[in-house]
């Protein structure tokens, strides 16, 4: 398969995951295409037996790095390498469920040339659907978020609500929804997009890239969606809601968003209805 015969490059990034990096290949190995498309796997620097896993699936190409350069700069050397006309992030704790997904991007993003990012829908382990979409959030809600007692004041509530889309109905909605950002866990855009970026900004190590990527794509003039026409398991276990060194690199990625771009509410579709 030639380079310019790839259709879509999904780009998997781990660290010292090996029992989900190992599951969610393995649910991708009847469901891509590869006479068409790819598997691209960046490695954090695991050390648990990640690379003499994936060395026995001889599909999946593999670069691993010398070190943990974090969730953004990993996924920008996988877009380096990604061959196809389309990329799309995945997490490694999901579960792929739908067959072909370069052909159902590749119809996608026909019928929807104005799209910058599409985010495909993600399930939970019982097949509920996750809260995968958000509007961008107000300068205070990650950290009201993370204080149980600032989130029963009304306003900070109201503003979790509204970032979480919790107003919206989603099996009765369009398909595609255009929503203001879809978390990283599964992001699909062309290439095209992806270099015009310059991929997703490395001086975020961990969070919030997946927002900082939609806010961009949204100033080009482009729309970010959601869509049902894929299904992914994504075994989510949250990081951050507790303070840690990773909440303390999370909440400042945040704080480094919204100084780069004088805030990210202002671009939300809410404001602009």
Known sequence: MSADDVRLSIIIITWNERENLERCLLSLMDKVDFARDEVIVVDNGSRDGSAEFVATLPQIR?????????????????????????????????????????????????????????????????????DSTRRFPRFYQPIAARIPITRQLGFVKRELERHLMLDTRFDDSNDPLEVDYVLGANQTFTKDVAALLMGYDDRIFFGPEDAEFCVRTRKMGLRNYYSRKISIVHDYKRRTRKFSKLTIKHLAGFAYMLRKHGGVYRYSLSERR
């Open 62 to 130: 593999y670069f691993p790095l010398e070190r943990n350069f974090g969730v953004g700069p990993a996924r920008n050397r996988g877009l380096f390498l990604a061959r196809g006309k389309y990329c799309m992030t995945l997490d490694n704790d999901t579960i792929f469920l739908t067959e072909d997904p370069g052909a159902i991007v590749d119809s996608f993003f026909q019928a929807h040339p104005d799209a910058g990012v599409v985010g495909f829908q993600l399930l939970n382990v019982d097949r509920t659907r996750q």
